[in-house]
C-alpha cells in the first residue's frame, strides 16, 4: 500500500495540552536527510510533518497550515525556491514562514532565495544550537504573524458586524424620518381660498422643527410651528408627542377651544423643563375663514412673518418665555386680518441663523428681504428661492439647525371678509 504523500511523525509532548505545540512542515526528497532533521526537530519539542516533494509539500502547506515549512532547495520537479514561488502568489498560504535548507549556502544562492520568497536559510551541516536558533527565530515570526492575522480577521468581522448594524440603523433612521415627514401637510390647498407650500430639512436624518397646517372646525384653519431643543431622534420624539397634542379632537377635549393663547396655556402646563434642560418653542394661529381674521400667540417662538401687498408687512410674534419655564403663566392671543394675496411665513430659527463660512448670521432682515423680493412669483417660487439664497449664504448644503419654512397665502376670489359677507 502506498505511504501517504505526508504523514505526522510526532505528537505533542505531554503536559502541553494547554499550549499548543507549534508544527513544523519538513520538505525533503533526501528521505535520510529528512528522518534525521525531523528526530532533531521532535528533540526539540515540536511537531513534524514530512513530504518528500514539493508538490507534496504544497499539498501538506494547504491541509495543514503548519507554523513553519523547512523546504530543501533541490529536489526534483518542484524545487524549493518554485514552491517558495507558490506560496508567495497564493493569498491564502503568502503569509507562511519559509526556511530554505541547503548544502551550498553561497550569497548569490542566498539572494536568489529571498528574492525567490524564502524568509531565511538553514545550512545542512547546521549545529543543533544554529538550528534550534533559527527555528525559534522563524517561529516567533510565524507566530507575531499569526496574531496580525487573527486580529486582521477579528478586525474584519467586527467592521462587517458594524456595518451590518450601521445598516440597521440607518434603515430604522430612515422609517422614523419618513414617519415624521408624513405627519406634516400636504402642500396645496388646506381649504377653499387659501395655498400652501413649504420646504423642510432637518439637519440631522431626524428633525425637532415641526409645523402644521388643518382644519380646525368647518371655519377655521389651524396653524402652528413647534421647535423642539436639541437635535436627533430624542428631539423629534418630543416633537411628535406635541404634535398628537396639538391635533384638532385631542384641542377639543384637552382645551375646550381653539383660541392660540388658551392652547399654548395649556401646552406649557403639560410639557415642563426636562431635567436635561430641554424645552419647546411654539407659535400657533388660528385663521377665521370667513373673515380672514388670524389670532395667535407665541411661546419663545421668532413668530410668523407677514407680508401684505396693501398694509405694511409685519413679525406676528410676542416677548415670552418657551413652554414648561414656568407652568403658571397664561399667555394672550393677538389678532391680525388678512387680505387677499397677503403670504403668512411660519418658520423655525434655522433659517435665518445660517452662518456664512465667516460666521456671520443671514439675520431675519436677509430673511424678510428675500422673501418680499420674490413676491411677484409664486408662492412655491418663492419657498423654493428662499431655501437656495440661504443655502448660499451658507455655502453648503447641511444647515447646522433643522430648518422649516411654511408659506400661506390668501387667494383672490376666496372667501369674502366679515363685512362684505354682513
Known amino acids: 500500500m502506498a505511504e501517504p504523500a505526508h504523514r505526522i511523525v510526532d505528537e505533542p509532548l505531554a503536559g502541553k495540552a494547554a499550549k ?41 502547506i494547504r491541509a495543514q497550515r503548519p507554523d513553519l515549512v523547512i523546504l530543501d532547495w533541490m529536489m526534483p520537479g518542484l524545487d524549493g525556491p518554485s514552491v517558495c514561488e507558490a ?52 517561529l516567533r515570526s510565524s507566530a507575531l504573524v499569526r496574531e ?23 434603515s430604522e ?15 396645496g390647498m388646506p381649504a377653499p381660498g387659501v ?26 384653519l389651524g396653524l402652528y410651528i413647534l421647535d423642539a431643543s436639541g437635535h436627533g431622534v430624542a428631539a423629534a420624539l418630543r416633537a411628535v408627542a406635541l404634535m398628537s397634542f396639538l391635533r384638532e379632537d385631542n384641542l377639543a377635549k384637552a382645551v375646550g377651544s381653539f383660541d392660540p393663547g388658551a392652547i399654548i396655556t395649556e401646552a406649557n402646563r403639560r410639557f415642563p423643563l426636562t431635567q436635561d434642560g430641554e424645552y419647546f418653542t411654539l407659535w400657533v394661529g388660528r385663521l377665521h375663514l370667513p373673515s380672514r381674521t388670524l389670532s395667535y400667540a407665541a411661546a419663545g417662538h421668532c413668530g410668523a412673518f407677514l407680508h401684505s401687498l396693501e398694509g405694511a408687512s409685519q413679525w406676528l410674534t ?18 391680525a386680518h388678512l387680505q387677499p394675496r397677503d403670504r403668512l411665513y411660519l418658520l423655525s430659527d434655522g433659517i435665518y441663523e445660517a452662518p456664512s463660512p465667516t460666521g456671520e448670521l ?19 417660487h418663492s419657498i423654493g428661492d428662499t431655501m437656495t439664497t440661504a443655502r448660499q ?22 372667501s369674502a371678509s366679515a363685512k362684505e359677507k354682513s
Not at 526528497?29 to 508538490?55: F, H, N, P, Q
Not at 551550498?104 to 529571498?114: F, K, R, S, W, Y
Not at 433612521?173 to 402642500?187: C, E, G, I, N, T
Open 20 to 60: 499548543p505545540v507549534p508544527v513544523i512542515l519538513l520538505v525533503d526528497d533526501d528521505e535520510i536527510t529528512r528522518i534525521s532533521m525531523a528526530g532533531r526537530l521532535k528533540r526539540l519539542g515540536y511537531r513534524v510533518i514530512e513530504a518528500d516533494d514539493g508538490v507534496a509539500g504544497l499539498a501538506a
Open 195 to 220: 395655498s400652501m407650500q413649504w420646504a423642510y430639512q432637518p439637519s440631522l436624518a431626524l428633525g425637532g422643527d415641526l409645523f402644521q397646517v388643518s382644519a380646525w372646525g368647518s371655519e377655521t
Open 318 to 335: 410676542s416677548a415670552s418665555l418657551p413652554l414648561g419655564f414656568d407652568p403658571t403663566i397664561a399667555f394672550d392671543s393677538a389678532t
Open 362 to 380: 443671514w439675520g431675519r432682515d436677509r430673511l424678510q428681504a428675500t422673501l418680499e423680493r420674490h413676491r411677484t412669483h409664486t408662492l412655491a
Open 148 to 170: 496580525i492575522e487573527r486580529t486582521r480577521d477579528d478586525l474584519d468581522r467586527s467592521h462587517r458586524l458594524l456595518s451590518a448594524k450601521q445598516a440597521e440603523l440607518e
Open 87 to 138: 506560496i508567495r502568489a497564493d493569498g491564502e498560504l503568502r503569509s507562511s514562514q519559509v526556511v530554505l535548507m541547503t548544502a551550498h549556502d553561497q550569497p548569490e544562492q542566498i539572494a536568489e532565495g529571498l528574492s525567490r520568497g524564502a524568509d531565511d536559510f538553514l545550512s545542512k551541516a547546521a549545529s543543533k544550537q544554529e538550528v534550534l536558533a533559527r527555528v525559534q527565530a522563524s
Open 173 to 187: 433612521l430612515q422609517s422614523a424620518a419618513d414617519f415624521v415627514r408624513a405627519q406634516l401637510p400636504l402642500p
Open 393 to 414: 449664504w451658507l455655502g453648503g448644503d447641511i444647515f447646522p439647525d433643522d430648518v422649516a419654512l411654511l408659506g400661506v397665502e390668501v387667494l383672490d376670489g376666496g
